[in-house]
T-cell receptor, first 112, second 114 residues
Framework: QKEVEQNSGPLSVPEGAIASLNCTYS??????FFWYRQYSGKSPELIMF????GDKEDGRFTAQLNKASQYVSLLIRDSQPSDSATYLC????????????FGKGTHLIIQP | EPEVTQTPSHQVTQMGQEVILRCVPI?????FYWYRQILGQKVEFLVS????????KSEIFDDQFSVERPDGSNFTLKIRSTKLEDSAMYFC????????????FGPGTRLTVL
């Protein structure tokens, strides 16, 4: 049974601060890792993906992957009120057409 | 920027009726997917489709469900004899190459079964 665990929150962060979101996964065969953002009533929107251990930066976002610990994180620097959303961690084995396994998401609130 | 489109945005049906949800994946993408999200719950994988056949399906995707690519652009999900518990958001997604590639989601169809 593939599981992806996230703290559901809400996680409240002051505007301008760093928001840190965490995710653990159970399937050691997972190869690709994604962070999606979902606003209420909307579809998941890709924020970042990461395949290799270490850090990957894209603008204000940094994804971190530690396959040995089966742990993925997302850092959001200089948090803005528009970053308030639910952040979904998703993992996949890849190599075929298998589907993403999603966590329940962390509800992030950026306080102005 | 290319995007996945879905119609209708909201579908209301009576229990026991059949519904067809439609998706137009991004044009150069080869892998297509359906997911669902029951209100307040996580996004769940239903089925993936490649080269005109189902590649993988989850436990949720039972005989009540079917998928089809009737022409070169549309990708459909048919739900036969809908049940109350089928009420959910249904998302279509597509990826360019393998599933390890990024999957881009459509805006979703909200299905309400009365």
């Amino acid at each position: 049974q593939k599981e992806v665990e996230q703290n559901s929150g809400p996680l409240s962060v002051p505007e301008g601060a760093i928001a840190s979101l965490n995710c653990t996964y159970s399937d050691r065969g997972s190869q690709s890792f994604f962070w999606y953002r979902q606003y209420s009533g909307k579809s998941p929107e890709l924020i970042m993906f990461i395949y290799s251990n270490g850090d990957k930066e894209d603008g204000r976002f940094t994804a971190q992957l530690n396959k040995a610990s089966q742990y993925v994180s997302l850092l959001i620097r200089d948090s803005q009120p528009s970053d308030s959303a639910t952040y979904l961690c998703a993992v996949i084995r890849g190599g075929g057409a298998d589907g993403l396994t999603f966590g329940k998401g962390t509800h992030l609130i950026i306080q102005p | 920027e290319p995007e996945v489109t879905q119609t209708p945005s909201h579908q209301v049906t009576q229990m026991g009726q059949e519904v067809i949800l439609r998706c137009v994946p991004i044009s150069n993408h080869l892998y297509f997917y359906w997911y669902r999200q029951i209100l307040g719950q996580k996004v769940e994988f239903l089925v993936s489709f490649y080269n005109n056949e189902i590649s993988e399906k989850s436990e949720i995707f039972d005989d009540q469900f079917s998928v089809e690519r009737p022409d070169g652009s549309n990708f459909t999900l048919k739900i036969r004899s809908t049940k109350l518990e089928d009420s959910a958001m249904y998302f279509c997604a597509s990826s360019e190459s393998s599933s390890a590639d990024t999957q881009y989601f459509g805006p979703g169809t909200r299905l309400t079964v009365l």
